[in-house]
């Protein structure tokens, strides 16, 4: 197989037509893996029932419109991943996979995803998916991640769908839990990518992607992780505050939002030093995706214990 | 730039076939589950709808 270095890849030419795996790997999958959870918490905290086969085929589709978009993002930053050690060897710049053929998989996986909501879920949760695969492919790929430092902010409703898309599997409508639980996710993305862009900001320099850091330093975006982090502990009350949700989650929610700021307070006010490896940065961003999961997992917890009659 | 994969050499067609053949198991087991998801789905609709 063909073996490419960094900021040689693009330009390749097929050694081997791409494997399975390659295909997968444009997919995202880890990133799926968050998307899936959360709109499944969102569909299991939804009140009223779904039959099962059409509450996999709803997450399903998620999947397959995460996948698709993830494609598109790599189909069209294959020359910047190029750049970037972290991305280099993905399918594309790695050599291994025709770019044509990844815009093909993604637009394909998309059109299909959102095809079978419709037909099979509804055309509400198919909307509010084409509205999430377009926010991601077009408005942070193409539009906001190459131009702007607030990319990430305005990029991180792209990811905050899912759930919504869950609630609306189940009850057909959007009202203002799953409305509260975009917003989480929408205000826990800054702080979780700034964390991760301080201690890979130079690969981020080298493509010239203006994230905070390379762009604003480092001292403005701890402080923005911060303040982010002030807005993501009161969002992540909003549930139990306004009676949306039971005793167990504004406990966790108190507890899990509480240690996510005290993390984030430790970054926002500290300066690195050269041989400091960065491990409040790192400890933050891992905490952030444990957080995230725990947060999700407990409203659903909360949901059904309530609903049993033990909280 | 590299050159073409020469595929008169016979490891390197073994390899192709290899992928070919791992690629065109992969593409029937998604056709085949995804015919298994529709028919359930189309069951499921069906007595839902009735």
Same mark, same amino acid.
């Given at each position: 197989m063909a073996q490419t270095s960094i900021g040689e890849g693009v330009a390749s030419p097929l +050694?081997?037509? @791409?494997?399975w795996r390659d295909f997968l790997s444009l997919t995202k999958p880890g990133v799926i893996q968050l998307v899936v959870f959360t709109g499944l918490c969102g569909l299991l905290a939804a009140p009223g029932t779904i039959h099962p086969a059409i509450g996999f085929v709803a997450i399903l589709c998620i999947a397959m419109g995460a996948g698709g978009s993830a494609a598109l993002n790599q189909w069209y930053e294959a020359d910047v991943d190029a750049l970037m050690e972290r991305t280099a060897r993905r399918p594309i710049p790695g050599g291994r996979m025709d770019r044509d053929a990844a815009l093909q998989f993604g637009i394909g996986l998309s059109a299909a995803s959102l095809v079978m909501m419709g037909l099979f879920v509804n055309w509400l949760c198919a909307a509010i998916l084409a509205l999430s695969i377009f926010y991601y492919a *077009? *408005?942070?790929?193409?539009?906001?991640k190459p131009r702007t430092p607030q990319n990430i902010v305005i990029g991180g409703g792209a990811g905050a769908f899912p759930p919504v898309i869950g609630w609306a599997a189940v009850t057909g409508d959007v009202t203002l839990l799953p409305v509260l639980l975009f917003a989480l996710i929408f205000f826990w993305t800054p702080p979780h990518f700034w964390a991760l862009s301080l201690f890979v900001k130079t690969d981020y320099a080298r493509a010239g992607i203006p994230m905070l850091p390379v762009v604003a330093g480092t001292k403005v975006t701890r402080r923005q992780i911060f303040l982010y982090s002030i807005v993501l502990f009161a969002t992540a009350m909003a549930p139990f505050a306004l009676d949306l949700a039971g005793r167990l989650y504004g406990l966790s929610a108190l507890l899990l939002s509480g240690l996510f700021l005290a993390l984030a307070v430790h970054v926002g006010f500290r300066s690195e030093t @050269?041989? $400091?490896?960065m491990v409040p940065e790192k400890r933050l961003f891992a905490f952030s995706i444990f957080y995230l999961f725990l947060m999700f997992g407990l409203l659903v917890a909360d949901h059904y214990l309530t609903q049993a009659g033990w909280l | 730039m590299k050159d073409q994969p $020469?595929? +008169?050499?016979p490891e390197m067609l073994r390899q192709l076939r290899a992928r070919q053949r791992s690629r065109a198991i992969a593409m029937a087991a998604i056709l085949g589950g995804m015919c298994v998801l529709f028919y359930v789905v189309t069951v499921v609709k069906m007595g839902l709808a009735s």
């Open positions: +050694s081997m037509p @791409a494997d *077009v *408005v942070y790929t193409i539009w906001l @050269a041989d $400091d490896g | $020469d595929f +008169s050499d």
